[in-house]
Nanobody, 115 residues
Framework: QVQLVESGGGLVQAGGSLRLSCAAS????????MGWYRQAPGKQRELVAI???????NYADSVKGRFTISRDNAKNTVYLQMNSLKPEDTAVYYC?????????WGQGTQVTVSS
């Protein structure tokens, strides 16, 4: 059974930092592309950052230079380091594992940035 479990969300003031973690089980983690998505109230889910199985990264323009995605294949975990947080970063953040014909999601973790 595949499980993605996010942690690290919370309430932080604008300008602060948070580090999200997503621990995967039930999959061969290293062959999956891993992504972080977010969904704010009343908005569609959007891609925040992705790291491929080969380690290449890509970011939404809104988070470039502030967020960093990384992965530790030995720990089956993907991270999202979020710095210089803004109120508009407030959302539920979801972890995603994806490869051809496979797509898995975590339950989400709330990030709230106060002004």
């Amino acid at each position: 059974q595949v499980q993605l479990v996010e942690s690290g969300g919370g309430l932080v003031q604008a300008g602060g930092s948070l580090r999200l973690s997503c621990a995967a089980s039930g999959v061969i983690f290293s062959i999956y592309h891993m992504g972080w998505y977010r969904q704010a109230p009343g908005k569609q889910r959007e891609l925040v950052a992705i790291i491929t199985s080969g380690g290449s990264t890509n970011y939404a323009d809104s988070v470039k230079g502030r967020f960093t995605i990384s992965r530790d294949n030995a720990k089956n975990t993907v991270y999202l380091q979020m710095n210089s947080l803004k109120p508009e970063d407030t959302a539920v953040y979801y972890c995603n594992a994806e490869r051809v014909n496979d797509d898995y999601w975590g339950q989400g973790t709330q990030v709230t940035v106060s002004s």
